[in-house]
DNA sequence: ATATTTTTTTAGACTAGTCTAAACTTTTAT
DNA sequence: ATAAAAGTTTAGACTAGTCTAAAAAAATAT
């Protein structure tokens, strides 16, 4: 059983890991967990106690399989409140990172099977991030970046990699979320801007933004 | 701004003190939380620096104003989440108390309001017990025991009064929850059980269960 | 009214999590 | 190859919350 804190270390070891696939540092730990090297080393010790990572000084952390199993398992809770939150709540997609991320730690596993059910086993929630199954398997949807397909491309927006409220109420406005059809109409060639078709609107978004929207390869 | 553990604490005042009614004792408190005195000394101090209880040493605790919008506000969650729990992902009665135990301390206005507009801004929770509005304000439900009512009566459950599983599971099964119309049929003199109606079925209860259902006067 | 019992508070210690400052490794630059 | 810089760990201290044991106050019994 994990407290709270361990709770948030340990995803983000699974994240900054890219779901450990790789070694993380100390202070890229202590960045993302605005907290400062020392505290990240101790915590690191106690983590590594209870087998959730392994830890060989100055070489970073890896989390293992027990570890990476529980840090699915509260990315499981975060994505299925998420969608609780959107789809039955109204909330706008920017609104529900911080709540989700409270609610994620509530500890009842009959209470995730219950949401599950009632939001009809949802494999992506609302910023297209897939959803782990009860056992932690994750449904990849192969997807490729925005800014790298041709023109006459069709497809539809399968996340938007980035958590900024302002990209996300920007990108709500002119209909561009998970799920939704879109078709590249042209690229401008002198700054790499994109002429896209949404809910039968044309729209030009910036490189940057183009860079930031997965959609179906 | 409280913690997780002082609004336990401010929560247990509360419901000791009868709603603020009454001064709280050191040890009453210790043995509602499971915890020892000296803690509840300890916290019992943090608790009046913040000025949501008043404090005079070897006389015990009242809460004050503050404190009694702050109690309230965890006990509106409270029941609100069970509401929630039971309503809409069919959790029984019995299962939602430490579930809400735990969602009570979720930290978001903005969650409350449109989790109250999406039940229907509910008067009361599953057991019958009324649900604070935004303002703290409390609709009380006139009522009284169903054993001491008449043949003829007609009205609706307004609460049980016991939280044991195996009474709530029987009343659920008969259709006894919170809310349900009631007549009452007859009342059979030696052993005074009662020939109740609910959904339309006569049913018969004995004398210690109408004494635990309390219907509207 | 005084002694005994009960209740409450204080004192001091412990764990979880955090920090700063100093020490120690590893990497990078010359 | 060695010095400087960057990154990491240790040492020691601090807050929140808890505990046990002892002291102090209040309530009760004789």
Redesign the interface.
Known sequence: MLSLTEENYLKAIYHLSDGGTKAVLTNELAESLATKAASVTDMIKKLSVKNVISYEKYYGVKITRQGKAQALSIIRKHRLWETF?VQ????SWD?VH??AE??EH???P??IE??DE?LGFPSVDPHGEPIPDKNGKIKIQSSAMLSEMLPGYKGSIVAVKDSDSGLLKYLDKIGGTPGKKIKLISKEEYDDSLEIELDNMKVSISKIVSQKILVTA
Chains 1, 2 share one sequence.
Do not use: H
Request: aromatic letters at 12%; a negative charge; charged letters at 15%.
């Open positions: 939150l039955q709540l109204n909330f609104e911080e709540v409270q609610l509530i500890q009842s009959l209470l219950k949401l009632f």
